[in-house]
């Protein structure tokens, strides 16, 4: 059957003629983005998804990931491998902010780009669409000493970001979570909680997680009034970027999910030695709104994947029609096996 094979003359299509791109390009500033140059990025986009990223699928979706001595994951064979290739190909950093190592190119680009990446391989893809949405929640409410610390790594790949919302006893509902953060002599803070579904939480493709945390500080008024929200990297950064100490955050189990069975949904364990440290973006008590941000984002990329996986299911059932051999030629003498004997052969 034939593998996933990126649309790229109908997405060059909707850019150009429907949505209203060439409008955005006279208008905004990208003067050396043409026409020509968004051909080239979804050719080699495309032919990244289709020879580096859907070749895994089926092999992780058997393979799984593997939670290894009680708090490190372990992804599948060429997941890592494939990460580096997108991180070095600049894939997540297209939509970015230039300041901090982006390409300053139009989001409704990185959009086709991310389609072929959730049709080839949903599973994959779900550790970059949580980092986008985590680079564009810093970006839009983090001071600007911490986005200096951050975006560089996140958007350039070396990094990934996480939506760390709800635990155990609250469900759907945030004004019930008990995650809690002290502050320090320095500025920073120590948080402390379990939350749970936290997608690619823990993993080996890249050399640091910067973890986006909702929890209380000491004065928080009740309700979702009081969650303020949280910086929390897997490694404390070292002053020149580097990642450092081991910080107190830990995977203590790996949710097992029909169809992404590649991708990491963890149970995350915050301040079982005393605290995570963090920093807080935005400011306090306004948590929930900050995380919006990037709450929209996946909202919108979780839509952008069903658009995919239809795309990738069509192709799947389209080439099993055109190869099933069913029946006889007229005219040929063959015998055609009865619909019955069809049924018991397919079982």
Not at 230 to 254: H, Q, T, W
Not at 307 to 330: F, K, M
């Amino acid at each position: 059957m034939a593998d996933y094979k990126a649309p790229t003359r109908d997405m060059a299509f909707v850019l150009k003629e429907v949505s209203g791109f060439r409008d955005m390009l006279r208008v905004g500033n990208y003067d050396e983005l043409s026409e020509d140059l968004v051909d080239a990025i979804l050719d080699e986009a495309a032919r990244f998804a289709e020879s580096v990223v859907a070749p895994l699928n089926r092999l992780g979706d058997q393979t799984g990931v593997a939670l290894v001595d009680g708090t490190q994951v372990r992804t599948p064979a060429g997941f890592a491998q494939a990460y580096r290739q997108y991180a070095e190909g600049g894939w997540g950093s297209l939509q970015f902010d230039p300041e901090y190592g982006g390409q300053g190119l139009p989001f409704s680009l990185a959009i086709p780009v991310q389609e072929m990446l959730h049709a080839a391989n949903m599973a994959w893809g779900l550790c970059p669409l949580l980092s986008q949405g985590a680079v564009e929640a810093l970006a839009e409410t983090a001071s600007a000493e911490l986005k200096q610390l951050l975006l560089p790594k996140m958007i350039a790949g070396e990094w990934t970001g996480t939506m760390n919302l709800t635990e155990p006893q609250a469900g759907s509902d945030l004004a019930r979570i008990r995650a809690t953060a002290r502050p320090t002599d320095d500025g920073r803070y120590l948080v402390s909680g379990q939350k749970i579904f936290i997608t690619w939480g823990e993993h080996d493709m890249a050399e640091n997680i910067v973890h986006l945390v909702l929890a209380r500080l000491p004065d928080a008024p009740p309700g979702v009034k009081g969650i303020s929200l949280f910086a929390v990297p897997k490694f404390i950064p070292n002053e020149d970027g580097s990642p450092g100490e081991r910080n107190d955050c830990y995977a203590v189990s790996v949710e097992h999910k029909l169809g992404i069975h590649a991708s990491p949904t963890c149970v995350m364990s915050y301040g079982d030695n005393g605290g995570a440290l963090g920093w807080l973006v935005g400011a306090p008590h306004q948590g929930l709104a900050c995380m919006f941000t990037m709450m929209n984002n996946a909202r919108l990329t979780v839509g952008l994947q069903g658009v995919a996986v239809a795309e990738a299911a069509y192709q799947q059932a389209r080439a099993y029609a055109e190869e099933r051999r069913q029946g006889s030629l007229p005219g040929s003498g063959e015998a055609s096996p009865s619909s019955a004997t069809r049924m018991c052969a397919e079982c």
